[in-house]
Protein backbone atom coordinates (compact mmCIF):
# COMPACT_ATOMS: atom_id res chain seq x y z
CA UNK A 1 0.00 0.00 0.00
CA UNK A 2 1.07 3.63 -0.82
CA UNK A 3 1.84 6.05 1.23
CA UNK A 4 -0.55 8.05 -0.11
CA UNK A 5 -3.49 5.18 -0.05
CA UNK A 6 -2.62 4.70 3.34
CA UNK A 7 -3.20 8.64 4.21
CA UNK A 8 -6.40 8.44 2.40
CA UNK A 9 -7.60 5.52 4.60
CA UNK A 10 -6.37 7.06 7.51
CA UNK A 11 -8.09 10.60 7.05
CA UNK A 12 -11.56 10.07 6.20
CA UNK A 13 -14.10 12.28 5.01
CA UNK A 14 -17.70 12.43 6.40
CA UNK A 15 -19.96 13.86 2.91
CA UNK A 16 -22.97 16.37 3.30
CA UNK A 17 -26.21 13.68 2.85
CA UNK A 18 -29.06 13.81 1.74
CA UNK A 19 -31.33 14.17 4.26
CA UNK A 20 -34.74 14.79 2.80
CA UNK A 21 -36.19 13.44 0.01
CA UNK A 22 -33.72 15.01 -3.04
CA UNK A 23 -32.21 17.87 -1.51
CA UNK A 24 -29.27 19.50 -3.08
CA UNK A 25 -27.74 21.61 0.03
CA UNK A 26 -27.65 22.37 3.47
CA UNK A 27 -27.02 25.06 5.78
CA UNK A 28 -24.84 23.83 8.91
CA UNK A 29 -26.42 25.69 11.77
CA UNK A 30 -23.84 24.34 14.71
CA UNK A 31 -20.62 22.23 15.02
CA UNK A 32 -20.78 20.52 18.06
CA UNK A 33 -17.37 19.45 17.60
CA UNK A 34 -13.72 20.88 17.13
CA UNK A 35 -10.58 19.88 15.51
CA UNK A 36 -8.72 18.09 18.32
CA UNK A 37 -11.98 15.86 19.71
CA UNK A 38 -12.29 12.44 19.80
CA UNK A 39 -15.30 11.34 18.02
CA UNK A 40 -17.43 7.97 18.54
CA UNK A 41 -19.72 6.12 15.46
CA UNK A 42 -22.31 7.39 15.93
CA UNK A 43 -22.17 10.91 17.83
CA UNK A 44 -23.57 13.82 16.82
CA UNK A 45 -21.06 16.13 15.43
CA UNK A 46 -23.46 19.10 14.02
CA UNK A 47 -27.02 20.34 13.25
CA UNK A 48 -27.80 21.34 9.47
CA UNK A 49 -30.81 22.75 8.40
CA UNK A 50 -32.12 21.67 5.57
CA UNK A 51 -35.35 23.20 3.10
CA UNK A 52 -37.27 21.15 5.05
CA UNK A 53 -36.53 21.17 8.52
CA UNK A 54 -33.22 21.10 10.96
CA UNK A 55 -31.42 17.72 11.33
CA UNK A 56 -28.54 16.41 13.42
CA UNK A 57 -26.12 14.56 11.69
CA UNK A 58 -24.04 11.73 13.35
CA UNK A 59 -20.38 10.54 12.56
CA UNK A 60 -19.96 7.50 10.69
CA UNK A 61 -16.50 6.75 11.99
CA UNK A 62 -14.04 6.78 15.31
CA UNK A 63 -11.16 8.89 15.27
CA UNK A 64 -9.81 12.49 16.10
CA UNK A 65 -11.31 15.33 13.85
CA UNK A 66 -8.66 16.57 11.63
CA UNK A 67 -10.26 19.48 10.09
CA UNK A 68 -13.83 20.90 9.57
CA UNK A 69 -14.35 22.06 6.02
CA UNK A 70 -17.01 25.02 6.71
CA UNK A 71 -18.00 27.32 9.12
CA UNK A 72 -21.40 27.70 10.58
CA UNK A 73 -23.84 29.83 8.85
CA UNK A 74 -22.26 28.27 5.15
CA UNK A 75 -24.85 26.51 2.79
CA UNK A 76 -22.97 23.34 1.30
CA UNK A 77 -24.04 21.30 -1.71
CA UNK A 78 -25.44 17.30 -1.08
CA UNK A 79 -21.93 15.61 -1.81
CA UNK A 80 -19.38 17.80 -0.20
CA UNK A 81 -17.10 16.95 2.56
CA UNK A 82 -17.46 18.77 5.28
CA UNK A 83 -15.21 17.32 7.86
CA UNK A 84 -12.47 15.40 7.97
CA UNK A 85 -11.67 12.50 10.61
CA UNK A 86 -8.13 10.79 11.79
CA UNK A 87 -9.16 7.28 12.10
CA UNK A 88 -6.05 6.36 13.38
CA UNK A 89 -4.40 9.05 15.67
CA UNK A 90 -2.15 6.78 16.96
CA UNK A 91 -0.08 6.74 13.68
CA UNK A 92 1.97 10.20 14.12
CA UNK A 93 1.29 13.75 13.44
CA UNK A 94 -1.17 14.36 10.81
CA UNK A 95 0.19 15.79 7.54
CA UNK A 96 0.18 19.55 6.73
CA UNK A 97 -2.96 19.51 4.10
CA UNK A 98 -1.96 23.12 3.04
CA UNK A 99 0.55 21.29 0.35
CA UNK A 100 -1.57 18.36 0.23
CA UNK A 101 -2.67 19.21 -4.02
CA UNK A 102 1.01 19.27 -4.73
CA UNK A 103 1.94 16.71 -2.85
CA UNK A 104 -0.53 14.14 -3.50
CA UNK A 105 0.54 15.06 -7.32
CA UNK A 106 4.03 14.03 -6.73
CA UNK A 107 3.42 11.14 -4.42
CA UNK A 108 1.25 9.98 -8.05
CA UNK A 109 4.04 11.06 -10.56
CA UNK A 110 6.50 8.79 -8.49
CA UNK A 111 4.14 5.82 -8.06
CA UNK A 112 4.15 6.11 -11.10
CA UNK A 113 7.62 6.16 -12.32
CA UNK A 114 8.03 3.57 -9.71
CA UNK A 115 5.88 0.61 -11.47
CA UNK A 116 7.66 -1.32 -13.75
CA UNK A 117 6.42 -0.95 -17.82
CA UNK A 118 3.25 -2.85 -18.88
CA UNK A 119 0.80 -0.65 -16.20
CA UNK A 120 -2.79 -0.79 -17.81
CA UNK A 121 -4.59 2.23 -18.10
CA UNK A 122 -6.44 3.57 -14.89
CA UNK A 123 -8.48 6.01 -17.19
CA UNK A 124 -9.35 6.21 -21.12
CA UNK A 125 -6.63 7.84 -22.87
CA UNK A 126 -4.05 7.07 -20.52
CA UNK A 127 -1.84 3.93 -19.96
CA UNK A 128 2.26 3.15 -19.21
CA UNK A 129 4.64 4.82 -21.36
CA UNK A 130 6.60 2.77 -23.50
CA UNK A 131 10.11 3.88 -21.59
CA UNK A 132 10.06 6.00 -18.18
CA UNK A 133 13.50 7.90 -16.82
CA UNK A 134 13.47 9.70 -13.84
CA UNK A 135 15.73 13.00 -13.12
CA UNK A 136 16.28 14.88 -9.97
CA UNK A 137 14.54 18.02 -9.92
CA UNK A 138 16.30 21.11 -11.19
CA UNK A 139 17.56 23.98 -8.06
CA UNK A 140 15.81 27.17 -9.42
CA UNK A 141 18.90 29.17 -10.42
CA UNK A 142 19.88 32.62 -9.02
CA UNK A 143 18.00 35.18 -11.28
CA UNK A 144 15.48 33.76 -12.77
CA UNK A 145 12.18 34.25 -11.68
CA UNK A 146 9.62 31.94 -9.81
CA UNK A 147 7.27 30.40 -12.80
CA UNK A 148 9.15 31.89 -15.58
CA UNK A 149 10.84 28.58 -17.65
CA UNK A 150 14.58 28.58 -17.35
CA UNK A 151 16.97 27.64 -20.36
CA UNK A 152 16.44 24.46 -21.97
CA UNK A 153 19.63 22.00 -21.99
CA UNK A 154 20.93 21.00 -25.20
CA UNK A 155 19.52 17.14 -25.86
CA UNK A 156 21.49 14.53 -26.89
CA UNK A 157 20.28 13.61 -30.06
CA UNK A 158 21.30 10.20 -30.16
CA UNK A 159 19.19 9.67 -26.93
CA UNK A 160 16.09 11.32 -28.46
CA UNK A 161 16.27 9.22 -31.46
CA UNK A 162 16.01 6.52 -30.15
CA UNK A 163 13.61 7.11 -27.71
CA UNK A 164 11.10 8.57 -30.30
CA UNK A 165 12.02 5.79 -33.22
CA UNK A 166 13.19 9.15 -35.26
CA UNK A 167 16.51 9.78 -37.09
CA UNK A 168 18.97 11.75 -35.03
CA UNK A 169 19.19 15.51 -36.07
CA UNK A 170 21.86 18.01 -35.00
CA UNK A 171 21.02 19.17 -31.36
CA UNK A 172 19.58 22.62 -31.61
CA UNK A 173 20.37 25.37 -28.38
CA UNK A 174 16.97 27.08 -27.35
CA UNK A 175 17.08 30.59 -28.11
CA UNK A 176 16.35 32.53 -24.36
CA UNK A 177 13.10 32.85 -23.52
CA UNK A 178 11.24 36.29 -21.86
CA UNK A 179 9.53 36.25 -18.67
CA UNK A 180 6.54 35.07 -18.38
CA UNK A 181 3.41 35.28 -15.63
CA UNK A 182 2.70 32.34 -14.15
CA UNK A 183 -0.58 30.58 -15.37
CA UNK A 184 -2.79 28.15 -14.27
CA UNK A 185 -1.59 24.75 -14.65
CA UNK A 186 -4.10 22.79 -17.00
CA UNK A 187 -6.97 20.51 -15.47
CA UNK A 188 -9.49 21.55 -12.34
CA UNK A 189 -7.91 25.02 -10.65
CA UNK A 190 -6.57 24.35 -7.03
CA UNK A 191 -8.66 26.05 -4.46
CA UNK A 192 -10.77 24.80 -1.39
CA UNK A 193 -14.76 24.42 -1.24
CA UNK A 194 -15.56 27.90 0.45
CA UNK A 195 -13.42 29.36 -2.16
CA UNK A 196 -15.29 27.68 -4.48
CA UNK A 197 -18.22 28.36 -3.13
CA UNK A 198 -17.58 31.82 -2.95
CA UNK A 199 -16.54 32.29 -7.22
CA UNK A 200 -19.73 30.28 -7.99
CA UNK A 201 -22.21 33.11 -5.72
CA UNK A 202 -19.72 36.46 -7.17
CA UNK A 203 -20.11 34.37 -11.44
CA UNK A 204 -16.49 34.18 -11.19
CA UNK A 205 -14.79 31.51 -13.39
CA UNK A 206 -11.83 29.99 -11.31
CA UNK A 207 -9.75 28.91 -14.46
CA UNK A 208 -9.27 33.03 -15.31
CA UNK A 209 -7.88 33.18 -12.03
CA UNK A 210 -3.89 33.74 -11.36
CA UNK A 211 -3.72 32.01 -8.12
CA UNK A 212 -1.20 33.45 -5.42
CA UNK A 213 -2.03 31.05 -2.72
CA UNK A 214 0.91 28.61 -1.65
CA UNK A 215 1.14 25.78 -4.26
CA UNK A 216 -0.82 27.19 -7.22
CA UNK A 217 -3.89 27.63 -4.78
CA UNK A 218 -6.00 29.61 -5.61
CA UNK A 219 -7.43 32.32 -2.64
CA UNK A 220 -10.64 34.44 -1.31
CA UNK A 221 -8.50 37.59 -1.92
CA UNK A 222 -7.77 36.31 -5.45
CA UNK A 223 -11.65 35.85 -5.59
CA UNK A 224 -12.46 39.22 -4.77
CA UNK A 225 -9.65 41.13 -7.04
CA UNK A 226 -10.98 39.07 -10.22
CA UNK A 227 -14.51 40.29 -8.87
CA UNK A 228 -13.48 44.04 -8.59
CA UNK A 229 -14.56 46.58 -11.13
CA UNK A 230 -11.17 47.20 -13.63
CA UNK A 231 -10.81 51.24 -12.45
CA UNK A 232 -11.35 53.72 -15.40
CA UNK A 233 -9.84 56.45 -15.78
CA UNK A 234 -11.87 59.97 -16.57
CA UNK A 235 -11.61 63.56 -16.32
CA UNK A 236 -11.58 65.43 -12.98
CA UNK A 237 -15.30 66.35 -12.30
CA UNK A 238 -16.41 69.82 -11.52
CA UNK A 239 -16.46 70.54 -8.03
CA UNK A 240 -20.43 71.28 -8.08
CA UNK A 241 -20.61 67.55 -9.44
CA UNK A 242 -18.38 66.44 -6.61
CA UNK A 243 -20.31 68.13 -4.07
CA UNK A 244 -23.85 66.83 -5.39
CA UNK A 245 -21.76 63.09 -5.86
CA UNK A 246 -20.64 63.40 -2.02
CA UNK A 247 -24.45 64.27 -1.04
CA UNK A 248 -26.18 61.84 -2.50
CA UNK A 249 -23.50 58.83 -1.42
CA UNK A 250 -23.89 60.26 2.43
CA UNK A 251 -27.46 60.36 1.73
CA UNK A 252 -27.71 56.62 0.22
CA UNK A 253 -25.61 55.30 3.25
CA UNK A 254 -27.29 57.05 6.00
CA UNK A 255 -30.42 54.44 4.21
CA UNK A 256 -28.56 51.79 4.24
CA UNK A 257 -27.19 51.91 7.90
CA UNK A 258 -30.81 51.98 8.56
CA UNK A 259 -31.79 48.36 6.71
CA UNK A 260 -31.32 45.05 7.30
CA UNK A 261 -30.09 42.61 5.24
CA UNK A 262 -30.52 39.07 5.88
CA UNK A 263 -30.17 35.92 3.66
CA UNK A 264 -32.92 34.02 2.18
CA UNK A 265 -32.22 30.15 2.57
CA UNK A 266 -33.12 27.10 4.52
CA UNK A 267 -36.65 26.95 5.42
CA UNK A 268 -37.86 30.54 4.43
CA UNK A 269 -36.25 30.05 0.45
CA UNK A 270 -38.06 26.63 0.30
CA UNK A 271 -41.15 27.97 1.56
CA UNK A 272 -40.73 31.08 -0.52
CA UNK A 273 -40.23 28.80 -3.84
CA UNK A 274 -42.81 26.73 -2.86
CA UNK A 275 -45.69 29.20 -2.58
CA UNK A 276 -44.68 30.75 -5.72
CA UNK A 277 -44.51 27.70 -7.46
CA UNK A 278 -48.15 26.69 -6.23
CA UNK A 279 -49.48 30.37 -6.63
CA UNK A 280 -48.70 30.47 -10.50
CA UNK A 281 -49.29 26.62 -11.21
CA UNK A 282 -52.42 25.65 -9.34
CA UNK A 283 -55.78 27.89 -9.98
CA UNK A 284 -56.85 28.79 -6.43
CA UNK A 285 -60.50 29.50 -5.46
CA UNK A 286 -61.28 30.93 -2.10
CA UNK A 287 -64.39 30.42 -0.76
CA UNK A 288 -65.50 31.61 2.87
CA UNK A 289 -67.96 31.26 5.63
CA UNK A 290 -68.61 32.63 8.92
CA UNK A 291 -70.26 30.36 11.33
CA UNK A 292 -71.69 30.47 15.05
CA UNK A 293 -69.27 28.25 16.56
CA UNK A 294 -70.85 28.54 20.42
CA UNK A 295 -71.40 24.86 21.09
CA UNK A 296 -68.65 23.40 19.78
CA UNK A 297 -66.93 26.12 22.64
CA UNK A 298 -68.55 24.91 24.98
CA UNK A 299 -67.73 20.90 23.80
CA UNK A 300 -63.95 21.83 24.11
CA UNK A 301 -64.70 23.21 27.72
CA UNK A 302 -66.11 19.86 28.60
CA UNK A 303 -63.92 17.71 26.77
CA UNK A 304 -61.08 19.13 28.82
CA UNK A 305 -62.81 17.78 31.95
CA UNK A 306 -63.10 14.26 30.30
CA UNK A 307 -60.97 11.70 31.96
CA UNK A 308 -60.57 10.16 28.56
CA UNK A 309 -58.88 13.37 27.43
CA UNK A 310 -56.70 13.31 30.13
CA UNK A 311 -53.36 15.28 29.69
CA UNK A 312 -54.22 15.87 26.10
CA UNK A 313 -54.05 19.48 24.37
CA UNK A 314 -57.63 19.93 23.69
CA UNK A 315 -58.82 23.56 21.80
CA UNK A 316 -60.95 24.83 19.58
CA UNK A 317 -57.86 23.47 16.55
CA UNK A 318 -58.59 19.85 17.65
CA UNK A 319 -62.48 20.12 17.24
CA UNK A 320 -62.11 21.94 13.61
CA UNK A 321 -59.65 19.35 12.07
CA UNK A 322 -62.00 16.82 12.84
CA UNK A 323 -64.78 18.44 11.57
CA UNK A 324 -62.61 18.83 8.54
CA UNK A 325 -61.54 15.37 7.84
CA UNK A 326 -65.74 14.06 8.70
CA UNK A 327 -66.80 16.17 5.92
CA UNK A 328 -63.81 14.67 3.61
CA UNK A 329 -65.22 11.65 4.79
CA UNK A 330 -67.95 12.55 3.48
CA UNK A 331 -66.68 14.42 0.02
CA UNK A 332 -63.81 11.83 -0.62
CA UNK A 333 -63.70 13.12 -4.02
CA UNK A 334 -61.54 16.40 -3.07
CA UNK A 335 -58.48 14.34 -1.12
CA UNK A 336 -56.72 13.89 -4.62
CA UNK A 337 -53.88 15.51 -6.27
CA UNK A 338 -53.17 16.78 -9.86
CA UNK A 339 -50.41 14.20 -11.56
CA UNK A 340 -48.84 16.89 -14.60
CA UNK A 341 -46.30 14.84 -15.86
CA UNK A 342 -48.63 11.85 -17.04
CA UNK A 343 -52.17 14.27 -16.86
CA UNK A 344 -54.11 12.32 -14.27
CA UNK A 345 -55.65 12.61 -10.98
CA UNK A 346 -54.74 10.62 -8.64
CA UNK A 347 -57.50 10.36 -6.07
CA UNK A 348 -56.31 9.08 -2.17
CA UNK A 349 -57.93 7.05 0.21
CA UNK A 350 -56.09 8.31 3.21
CA UNK A 351 -55.83 11.86 4.58
CA UNK A 352 -52.67 13.21 5.40
CA UNK A 353 -53.44 16.03 7.80
CA UNK A 354 -51.19 19.27 7.43
CA UNK A 355 -50.93 21.69 10.21
CA UNK A 356 -49.09 24.87 9.00
CA UNK A 357 -47.05 26.02 12.39
CA UNK A 358 -44.86 29.06 12.58
CA UNK A 359 -41.06 28.39 13.70
CA UNK A 360 -38.16 30.48 14.43
CA UNK A 361 -36.85 28.90 11.19
CA UNK A 362 -39.80 30.12 9.28
CA UNK A 363 -43.38 28.19 8.07
CA UNK A 364 -43.54 24.56 8.02
CA UNK A 365 -46.11 22.12 7.48
CA UNK A 366 -45.98 18.72 9.20
CA UNK A 367 -48.83 16.43 8.57
CA UNK A 368 -50.74 13.67 10.57
CA UNK A 369 -50.23 10.85 8.81
CA UNK A 370 -54.41 8.44 8.41
CA UNK A 371 -55.50 11.27 10.17
CA UNK A 372 -58.90 10.06 9.02
CA UNK A 373 -58.98 6.88 10.69
CA UNK A 374 -57.81 8.24 14.79
CA UNK A 375 -60.18 8.96 17.37
CA UNK A 376 -60.60 11.95 18.93
CA UNK A 377 -57.96 11.39 21.50
CA UNK A 378 -55.81 9.59 19.57
CA UNK A 379 -55.65 13.22 16.91
CA UNK A 380 -55.80 15.43 20.20
CA UNK A 381 -52.41 13.89 21.01
CA UNK A 382 -51.01 13.21 17.45
CA UNK A 383 -51.82 17.33 17.22
CA UNK A 384 -49.97 18.25 20.47
CA UNK A 385 -46.82 16.19 19.51
CA UNK A 386 -46.63 17.93 16.03
CA UNK A 387 -46.77 21.52 17.36
CA UNK A 388 -43.84 20.83 20.10
CA UNK A 389 -41.66 19.16 18.08
CA UNK A 390 -42.15 21.94 15.30
CA UNK A 391 -41.71 24.86 18.05
CA UNK A 392 -38.11 23.04 18.91
CA UNK A 393 -37.14 22.93 15.49
CA UNK A 394 -37.36 18.65 15.66
CA UNK A 395 -39.28 18.28 12.66
CA UNK A 396 -38.18 15.26 10.92
CA UNK A 397 -38.09 15.36 6.51
CA UNK A 398 -40.44 12.55 6.81
CA UNK A 399 -43.35 14.50 8.83
CA UNK A 400 -43.60 17.30 6.30
CA UNK A 401 -43.83 15.17 2.79
CA UNK A 402 -47.33 13.34 1.76
CA UNK A 403 -49.99 16.02 2.70
CA UNK A 404 -53.32 15.77 1.55
CA UNK A 405 -54.95 18.61 2.85
CA UNK A 406 -54.07 21.26 5.35
CA UNK A 407 -54.88 23.93 7.77
CA UNK A 408 -53.87 26.85 8.80
CA UNK A 409 -54.94 28.62 12.39
CA UNK A 410 -54.55 32.64 11.99
CA UNK A 411 -56.96 33.09 15.04
CA UNK A 412 -54.79 32.66 17.23
CA UNK A 413 -53.31 35.82 15.75
CA UNK A 414 -56.53 37.58 16.05
CA UNK A 415 -57.06 37.50 12.63
CA UNK A 416 -60.44 36.96 11.11
CA UNK A 417 -59.88 34.94 7.57
CA UNK A 418 -57.47 35.02 5.01
CA UNK A 419 -56.52 33.77 1.72
CA UNK A 420 -54.45 30.97 2.04
CA UNK A 421 -52.11 29.60 -0.64
CA UNK A 422 -52.37 25.26 -1.43
CA UNK A 423 -49.22 23.55 -0.13
CA UNK A 424 -48.19 21.95 -3.11
CA UNK A 425 -49.16 18.68 -4.33
CA UNK A 426 -52.03 19.12 -1.88
CA UNK A 427 -56.08 19.87 -3.14
CA UNK A 428 -57.49 22.28 0.06
CA UNK A 429 -56.21 24.20 3.03
CA UNK A 430 -58.39 25.60 5.50
CA UNK A 431 -58.01 28.50 7.21
CA UNK A 432 -59.72 28.61 10.96
CA UNK A 433 -60.06 32.45 11.79
CA UNK A 434 -60.14 34.29 15.28
CA UNK A 435 -63.21 33.42 17.47
CA UNK A 436 -64.78 36.60 18.74
CA UNK A 437 -67.61 37.30 20.71
CA UNK A 438 -70.37 39.22 18.07
CA UNK A 439 -74.32 39.65 17.62
CA UNK A 440 -76.18 36.82 16.21
CA UNK A 441 -79.40 35.82 15.52
CA UNK A 442 -80.11 33.27 17.41
CA UNK A 443 -83.66 31.29 17.73
CA UNK A 444 -85.18 34.45 16.28
CA UNK A 445 -83.20 36.49 18.89
CA UNK A 446 -80.07 39.08 18.56
CA UNK A 447 -78.05 37.59 20.92
CA UNK A 448 -73.72 37.48 21.96
CA UNK A 449 -72.56 34.57 20.61
CA UNK A 450 -69.25 33.12 19.79
CA UNK A 451 -68.68 33.38 15.98
CA UNK A 452 -65.71 32.62 13.38
CA UNK A 453 -65.20 32.78 9.94
CA UNK A 454 -63.42 30.02 7.77
CA UNK A 455 -61.41 30.51 4.02
CA UNK A 456 -61.31 27.59 1.97
CA UNK A 457 -58.79 27.43 -0.76
CA UNK A 458 -58.80 24.41 -3.27
CA UNK A 459 -57.30 23.62 -6.66
CA UNK A 460 -60.13 24.32 -9.25
CA UNK A 461 -58.71 21.48 -11.25
CA UNK A 462 -59.39 19.11 -9.21
CA UNK A 463 -62.37 20.67 -6.77
CA UNK A 464 -65.29 22.71 -8.41
CA UNK A 465 -67.03 25.22 -6.99
CA UNK A 466 -70.20 23.05 -6.72
CA UNK A 467 -67.62 20.54 -4.44
CA UNK A 468 -65.64 23.04 -2.68
CA UNK A 469 -69.07 24.72 -1.58
CA UNK A 470 -70.71 21.14 -0.63
CA UNK A 471 -66.94 20.63 1.47
CA UNK A 472 -66.63 24.04 2.99
CA UNK A 473 -70.55 24.25 4.37
CA UNK A 474 -70.61 20.82 5.88
CA UNK A 475 -67.54 21.76 7.55
CA UNK A 476 -69.04 24.43 9.35
CA UNK A 477 -72.44 22.55 10.13
CA UNK A 478 -70.22 20.02 11.99
CA UNK A 479 -68.80 23.38 14.13
CA UNK A 480 -72.58 24.81 14.34
CA UNK A 481 -73.60 21.58 15.92
CA UNK A 482 -70.58 19.28 17.04
CA UNK A 483 -73.35 16.23 17.57
CA UNK A 484 -72.44 15.89 13.93
CA UNK A 485 -68.94 14.25 14.62
CA UNK A 486 -71.15 11.62 16.17
CA UNK A 487 -74.21 11.04 13.59
CA UNK A 488 -72.06 12.04 10.62
CA UNK A 489 -68.19 10.55 11.50
Known amino acids: MTASTAGAQRFREFKMPDVGEGLTEAEI ?248 NSAFTAPHVTEFITVDVTRTMKLVQELKQDPDMAGLRVNPLLLVAKAFLVAIKRHPEVNAAWDEANQEIVYKDYVNLGIAAATPRGLIVPNIKDAGVKTLPQLAAELGELVATARDGKTSPAAMSGGTVTITNVGVFGVDTGTPILNPGESAILAFGAVKLQPWVHKGKVKARQVTTLALSFDHRLIDGELGSKLLADIAAVLERPKRLITWG
Not at 105 to 110: E, G, I, K
Not at 188 to 201: E, F, G, I, T, W
Open 29 to 276: LKWYVQPGDTVTDGQVICEVETAKAAVELPSPFDGVVHELHFDEGVTVDVGTAIISVDTDPGAGPAPDRSAAPAADAAAVLAEEAAEPQGRQAVLVGYGAAPASTKRRARKPQPGVPTGVPAQPEPVNAALQAELNGRPAVAPVTAAPVAPVAPVAAPGRPLAKPPVRKLAKDLGIDLATIAPTGRDGIITREDVHAAAAPAPSVAAAPEPEAVAAAEAGVAGIAGIAARERRVPVKGVRKATAQAMV
